[in-house]
């Protein structure tokens, strides 16, 4: 294909394939499913599963899959061929509309928190005809929710859907109320930024901590890193550039609106940045990114990393999910208006998010804690654990005005009545960038900086949107039974100001004075870890709305506490039964083929000289000697405490006892390792070093 716009989607069954395969009574049916959550019609499946079958066979398919995201953080595939046998001996080729509709994986081996027990293998999946289906390789990939025999979730796209139902429901109420009756649907779009690192694959290969656990576990500083910021927005190197090329074509046949690519601050990292589009959709389509990514990746002779810190002294990596409110007219409920009643209406969906992440900041750090990600957050390089908002300069200053009923300086003298006084017209990027806020509203949108690299972005915008349509129902109550709108509704908004604006904070995130005023003074929560933040999923006020909006039931969010404690656990014991091992088997006998080469060397020396004085191998010696007593100890306590672990009983207990004992462990290990390896000759070390790490793809 010759340019951009004849790939684009040329791997999709999308909305012009569909218009232009299906019968119009057909694709209207489709469409209205789709666009209004009207239920399917078997008659209509039946014949969309005909022509997509048609369509993929047609651009070499010959199987197909029910695409789903389990709970193990990465996508799920099983395929089945098209054939179905003749009378004649010979094949068909076959796709029903009941076998688009509905497969049936086996269950018993994906993550459920003890939602159901290991012999209990059955488990479904269903299309979501919201997200088109669309070829990888030979087989069709058809998006689909995942859930238990008993209905119980158990993926990640099915509580996405039921959030942005749930904020539809309530988000209508609102703009009904505004006098807006044409609006059918309310829903939030996502655009997340990616971070990755591109390594060589030869050097990856002989890192068994990469290989294994996708960060490095030892490595000393490099002589350079990202001291000089040379790299960020720098030249990109050819043999980047190429693969970013080849990236860009693989996600655009794929209908991924890939649009901005660029060097980050890190050597060796890269970031890529798509257009927005509908947050279950953007949740595929980031999944569907991050697998490309490393695939081509692979192509180049790279490896694409994206574990949030795989070198430490250097930035780590995040994904930046930029979250905005729209209707299906194509009004952004995030942006001030022309007339008084549009400002006033963005201020009250403006004070509903400041509301949700305020009233629910515990759930938006737990949106994001993986193993990985808790080694980036607070790291100054990223947002802190402690979420705040950012709001901005001139915002900040409005909302004052109205909290305080004072003239707003930007507007003369007139009072901030709603309703009635007209809000200065904001440009889009009215104020800078605030890089090191959690929450950030830059223009239109919000700007959720907290995300790791290889995290889903399907949990943190539930949790978002569930909480949003929390805020919105609790307006849309007293709104509706107000007597005197543009009164209530001047109440609400300036009393919700004031009730949470310790959540607004526009200054450094990175500094300590910041993080000491928001718990200490503000009574903002601050959860560094996994096992810190992970319970306070089941508090009964989390518990109480996201079961209240139909987005979870209570069992679904005990079996997800479950499996993300136990998922961090397990990541941690293999990242420190992977530096018992490389310890053992490969650092520990590179020093010590070193000292027995100086110990040869001084012999060699006093058989010439006995009287010679103590010299550089000498002293070499000792302190290698040293550290290879130090790193076989180190090693040793660090098996000791998973051991240990073991002994514990419950996710809980077992994840407290890993952030407690075994990280530390793998600190002092590391610690006595990496100073080994500023000491041994090159020749002996096992494998490659920081500095080739990060600068070796030209």
Request: contains cysteine; hydrophobic residues 40%; glycine residues 6%.
């Given at each position: 294909?010759?340019?951009?716009a004849?790939?684009?989607?040329?791997?999709?069954?999308?909305?012009r394939?569909?218009?232009?395969?299906?019968?119009a009574?057909?694709?209207n049916?489709?469409?209205?499913?789709i666009?209004?959550g009207?239920d399917?019609?078997?008659?209509?499946?039946?014949?969309?599963?005909?022509a997509?079958?048609d369509?993929?066979?047609?651009?070499?398919a010959?199987?197909?899959?029910?695409?789903?995201?389990?709970?193990t953080?990465i996508t799920?595939e099983k395929?089945d061929?098209?054939?179905?046998?003749?009378?004649?001996?010979?094949v068909?080729?076959?796709?029903?509309?009941?076998?688009?509709?509905?497969?049936?994986?086996?269950a018993?081996?994906?993550?459920?928190?003890?939602?159901?027990a290991?012999?209990e293998?059955?488990?479904?999946?269903?299309?979501?005809?919201?997200?088109?289906?669309?070829?990888?390789?030979?087989?069709?990939c058809?998006?689909t929710a995942?859930?238990?025999?008993?209905?119980e979730a158990?993926?990640?796209?099915?509580?996405?859907?039921?959030?942005m139902?749930?904020l539809?429901?309530?988000?209508l109420?609102?703009?009904?109320?505004?006098?807006?009756?044409?609006?059918k649907?309310?829903?939030t779009?996502?655009?997340?930024?990616?971070?990755?690192?591109?390594?060589?694959r030869?050097?990856?290969?002989?890192?068994?901590?990469?290989v294994?656990t996708?960060?490095?576990?030892?490595?000393?500083?490099?002589?350079k890193?990202q001291?000089?910021?040379d790299?960020?927005?720098g030249?990109?190197?050819?043999?980047?550039?190429?693969?970013?090329?080849?990236?860009?074509e693989?996600?655009?046949?794929?209908?991924?609106l890939?649009?901005?690519?660029?060097?980050?601050?890190?050597?060796?990292?890269?970031?890529?940045?798509?257009?927005?589009?509908?947050?279950?959709?953007?949740?595929?389509?980031?999944?569907?990114?991050?697998?490309?990514?490393q695939?081509?990746?692979a192509?180049?002779?790279?490896?694409c990393?994206?574990?949030?810190?795989?070198?430490?002294?250097?930035?780590g990596?995040?994904?930046?999910?930029?979250?905005?409110i729209?209707?299906d007219?194509?009004?952004?409920l995030?942006?001030?208006?022309?007339?008084?009643?549009?400002?006033?209406q963005?201020?009250?969906?403006l004070?509903?998010?400041?509301?949700?992440?305020?009233?629910?900041?515990?759930?938006?750090?737990?949106?994001?804690?993986?193993?990985?990600?808790d080694?980036r957050l607070?790291?100054?390089?990223?947002?802190?654990?402690?979420?705040?908002?950012?709001?901005?300069d001139?915002l900040?200053?409005?909302?004052?005005a109205?909290?305080?009923?004072?003239?707003?300086?930007?507007?003369?003298?007139?009072?901030?009545?709603?309703?009635?006084?007209?809000?200065?017209?904001?440009?889009?990027?009215?104020?800078?960038?605030?890089r090191?806020?959690?929450?950030?509203?830059?223009?239109?949108?919000?700007e959720?900086r907290?995300?790791?690299?290889?995290?889903?972005?399907?949990?943190?915008?539930m949790?978002l949107?569930?909480?949003?349509?929390?805020?919105?129902?609790?307006y849309?109550?007293?709104l509706?039974?107000?007597?005197?709108?543009?009164?209530v509704l001047?109440?609400?908004?300036?009393?919700t100001?004031?009730?949470h604006?310790?959540?607004?904070?526009?200054?450094?995130?990175y500094?300590e004075?910041?993080?000491?005023?928001?718990?200490?003074v503000?009574?903002l929560?601050?959860?560094?870890?996994?096992?810190?933040?992970?319970?306070?999923?089941l508090?009964?006020?989390?518990?109480?709305?996201?079961?209240?909006?139909?987005?979870f039931?209570?069992?679904?969010?005990?079996?997800?506490?479950?499996i993300m404690?136990d998922n961090?656990?397990?990541?941690?014991?293999?990242?420190?039964?992977?530096m018992v091992?490389?310890?053992?088997?490969?650092?520990?006998?590179?020093v010590q083929?070193?000292t027995a080469?100086?110990?040869?060397?001084?012999?060699?020396k006093?058989?010439?000289?006995?009287?010679?004085?103590?010299?550089?191998e000498?002293?070499?010696?000792?302190?290698?000697?040293?550290?290879c007593?130090r790193?076989a100890?180190?090693a040793d306590?660090?098996?000791?405490?998973?051991?240990?672990v073991?002994?514990?009983?419950g996710?809980?207990a077992e994840?407290a006892?890993i952030?407690d004992?075994?990280?530390g462990k793998?600190?002092?290990?590391?610690?006595?390792a990496?100073?080994?390896?500023?000491?041994?000759?090159?020749?002996y070390?096992?494998f490659?070093t920081?500095?080739?790490?990060?600068?070796?793809?030209?």
């Amino acid at each position: 294909m010759s340019n951009a716009a004849e790939m684009f989607g040329s791997k999709v069954f999308d909305d012009r394939i569909m218009k232009a395969t299906l019968p119009a009574r057909v694709y209207n049916s489709l469409r209205k499913t789709i666009d209004e959550g009207t239920d399917l019609d078997v008659g209509v499946a039946n014949a969309v599963a005909a022509a997509m079958k048609d369509w993929a066979v047609k651009n070499g398919a010959t199987h197909y899959t029910h695409w789903f995201q389990p709970l193990t953080g990465i996508t799920a595939e099983k395929h089945d061929s098209f054939i179905s046998p003749s009378p004649d001996g010979g094949v068909i080729m076959e796709f029903s509309g009941k076998e688009l509709i509905k497969g049936e994986p086996d269950a018993s081996s994906f993550p459920s928190g003890g939602l159901r027990a290991t012999f209990e293998a059955r488990g479904y999946t269903a299309w979501d005809p919201t997200s088109y289906a669309f070829l990888k390789g030979k087989t069709l990939c058809i998006p689909t929710a995942f859930c238990a025999y008993g209905g119980e979730a158990l993926d990640k796209k099915t509580p996405l859907l039921r959030s942005m139902e749930a904020l539809n429901k309530q988000a209508l109420r609102i703009v009904r109320l505004f006098g807006n009756d044409t609006v059918k649907c309310v829903k939030t779009s996502v655009g997340p930024e990616q971070e990755y690192f591109l390594i060589d694959r030869e050097m990856y290969n002989k890192r068994r901590d990469l290989v294994y656990t996708g960060r490095t576990l030892f490595g000393a500083k490099s002589p350079k890193g990202q001291e000089m910021e040379d790299h960020y927005f720098g030249v990109i190197k050819p043999r980047v550039e190429a693969y970013m090329a080849d990236l860009n074509e693989e996600l655009w046949k794929l209908g991924i609106l890939a649009k901005t690519e660029h060097n980050e601050v890190a050597p060796a990292q890269h970031e890529l940045a798509p257009i927005y589009t509908s947050t279950n959709i953007a949740t595929d389509h980031n999944q569907l990114t991050m697998e490309v990514m490393q695939k081509v990746a692979a192509k180049h002779g790279l490896v694409c990393l994206l574990h949030e810190k795989p070198f430490e002294g250097v930035n780590g990596s995040g994904k930046h999910n930029n979250w905005s409110i729209a209707t299906d007219t194509g009004v952004n409920l995030l942006s001030p208006g022309e007339t008084p009643y549009e400002n006033a209406q963005f201020l009250l969906f403006l004070c509903a998010v400041i509301k949700a992440v305020d009233d629910y900041q515990d759930l938006l750090r737990l949106s994001v804690a993986t193993a990985g990600n808790d080694h980036r957050l607070g790291a100054n390089e990223a947002p802190p654990a402690v979420v705040s908002i950012f709001l901005g300069d001139e915002l900040t200053a409005i909302l004052d005005a109205i909290e305080n009923d004072t003239p707003y300086n930007g507007s003369g003298t007139t009072l901030m009545k709603l309703g009635v006084s007209v809000l200065p017209k904001f440009p889009r990027d009215n104020t800078d960038r605030n890089r090191t806020s959690p929450f950030a509203f830059t223009g239109n949108k919000f700007e959720f900086r907290m995300l790791g690299s290889s995290n889903s972005i399907a949990c943190a915008n539930m949790m978002l949107n569930a909480a949003v349509a929390e805020s919105l129902k609790i307006y849309a109550d007293r709104l509706e039974a107000a007597e005197d709108f543009e009164t209530v509704l001047h109440q609400m908004i300036k009393k919700t100001i004031k009730d949470h604006k310790r959540i607004l904070f526009n200054g450094n995130g990175y500094d300590e004075a910041w993080i000491r005023e928001a718990t200490e003074v503000r009574g903002l929560s601050n959860y560094p870890t996994t096992p810190d933040c992970m319970p306070h999923l089941l508090d009964e006020k989390n518990v109480k709305m996201l079961t209240s909006h139909g987005v979870f039931t209570e069992a679904e969010l005990k079996s997800r506490c479950e499996i993300m404690l136990d998922n961090y656990s397990k990541t941690v014991t293999i990242e420190a039964n992977t530096m018992v091992d490389m310890a053992r088997r490969e650092i520990l006998p590179a020093v010590q083929s070193c000292t027995a080469e100086l110990a040869e060397a001084i012999a060699a020396k006093k058989a010439v000289s006995p009287d010679v004085p103590r010299g550089y191998e000498t002293g070499l010696l000792t302190k290698l000697s040293g550290l290879c007593d130090r790193i076989a100890e180190k090693a040793d306590g660090l098996e000791a405490a998973v051991r240990a672990v073991k002994d514990c009983q419950g996710a809980v207990a077992e994840s407290a006892a890993i952030r407690d004992t075994v990280l530390g462990k793998m600190a002092e290990l590391r610690a006595a390792a990496d100073q080994a390896e500023t000491m041994t000759p090159k020749k002996y070390w096992p494998f490659p070093t920081y500095g080739e790490l990060l600068f070796s793809v030209s």
